[in-house]
């Protein structure tokens, strides 16, 4: 498909789409497709499909020295990592968490009975205000969740210091965040245990699955325990536990997909450097960066659209490319305080301004593997079509909409 002429040649004007077959935010990578299925084949030749089989083992050492972390636990999900956490660390009352993250996060505190406290972001930033964390905590406070959303690490230090002086658990969603670094550590070493996600989505993953990652000795007992339907060194259950083991065949794709972390790391790169240079001078648009000097998976492409410099809403570029076979996604909108399980019975909602911002503003643009330099060339050049011609857009669709009522 020729890129675009005129604005009726765009998709929702009933042109032609510029892409014949969905572009995806997230579709997965896939690592060496041989070994993994030879591990396949030992695997049914072993007859050991769970259970803390030699793949989860070599999943496990592997993380471990790519976090450079003394514990790394392989379990079913992330979200069943955090629920894990909870049990683990003993959290009670509240727990304080960004409102800007997937739901899970939020799930995983209050399938634990625990009540999720929405907190603000950090102008500039999308993670957890540390002012904010402050004026949130209460006697009923037991932790504080950080959440590394898009791979940037929140602001650790700080938050530490605050859980430090009120004596709180300082815990970390870690889902986004494999291969990355804060101050040169990687993530994975800080609070008291961090959880990274394996679901086909992320960057690396073992179809589903997470790792948890701690340097504390007992936590990490505790959490293999709870895993574990609370078996320990005994022949019986010291604990209440539940099933959060990670199979052998999960295992070993998510080890087959570790072996091509560089590879996926490169292309994720690539496509973050060629959106950047296609994208770059357009008014009202500003791509997440991923600083210099410290290590990142680059899996996320994060446009932020200032409307009123724009052209088009964050939502009206949305329908534009989905329309074209651009599958771009509003991560997190709404934000999880505005979700149904979350709201107050009276609908009313607590006043996190900078998070309602990014969740009007934020979206995620189709990168990975499964993306080529040339979809992202046509994807930035479409960008920049539409923007350019906002005025004219949005005329021509009023124009369809009295000529659709008369
Ligand atoms: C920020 C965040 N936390 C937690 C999760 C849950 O991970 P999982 O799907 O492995 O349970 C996800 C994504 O799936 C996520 O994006």
Not at 62 to 90: D, F, K, P, S, W
Not at 169 to 187: R, T
Not at 208 to 233: H, K, P, Q, S, W
């Amino acid at each position: 498909m020729r890129a675009k002429g005129s604005i009726d040649q765009l998709a929702v004007f009933g042109g032609q789409p510029t892409f014949a077959e969905r572009l995806h935010v997230g579709r997965p990578n896939i690592g060496e497709r041989e070994r993994f299925l030879a591990r396949v084949q030992d695997i049914f030749d072993r007859r050991w499909l769970s259970n803390h089989g030699p793949y989860l083992e070599q999943l496990e050492a592997r993380v471990a020295a790519l976090v450079g972390c003394r514990h790394a636990i392989g379990v079913a999900n992330a979200t069943l990592g955090l629920q894990l956490a909870c049990r683990a660390l003993e959290l009670t009352g509240e727990v304080i968490v960004p409102a800007h993250t997937f739901v899970a996060t939020a799930h995983a505190l209050a399938w634990e009975g625990l009540q999720p406290v929405f907190c603000d972001v950090r102008k500039g930033t999308h993670h957890l205000d540390p002012s904010r964390v402050r004026e949130l905590i209460t006697p009923r406070t037991s932790a504080i969740l950080g959440v590394h959303l898009w791979g940037l690490p929140c602001a650790i230090d700080e938050l530490a210091g605050i859980a430090r002086q009120h004596n709180l658990q300082l815990f970390f969603d870690a889902a986004h965040a494999l291969a990355c670094s804060y101050g040169g550590q990687m993530i994975g070493n800080f609070g008291a245990l961090e959880v990274f996600s394996l679901h086909a989505t992320k960057f690396v993953n073992s179809f589903e699955g997470g790792v948890i990652c701690t340097n504390d000795d007992d936590l990490a007992r505790r959490l293999r325990m709870l895993a574990n339907f609370g078996y320990g060194e005994t022949e019986f259950p010291e604990c209440v536990g539940t099933n959060g083991k990670l199979n052998e065949i999960s295992a070993a794709m998510g080890l087959t997909n570790l072996e091509s972390l560089g590879e996926f790391v490169e292309v994720n790169r690539h496509h973050q450097r060629a959106y950047r240079a296609g994208l770059a001078g357009l008014p009202g648009i500003r791509l997440v960066e991923y600083p210099e000097g410290e290590d990142h998976n680059y899996q996320y492409v994060v446009l932020e659209i200032d409307s009123a410099r724009a052209g088009l809403t964050r939502d009206e570029l949305l329908k534009l490319l989905v329309a074209e076979n651009v599958l771009a996604r509003r991560y997190f909108f709404p934000g999880a305080h505005r979700l149904k399980p979350y709201r107050a019975a009276d609908g009313s909602v607590p006043h996190l301004p900078e998070t309602e911002r990014l969740c009007e503003s934020v979206l995620l643009l189709p990168t990975g593997t499964a993306v080529s330099g040339e979809d992202v060339a046509r994807v930035t050049e479409l960008i920049r079509f539409a923007l350019g011609r906002g005025g004219e857009i949005r005329a021509h669709r009023a124009a369809a909409r009295t000529a659709s009522t008369v």
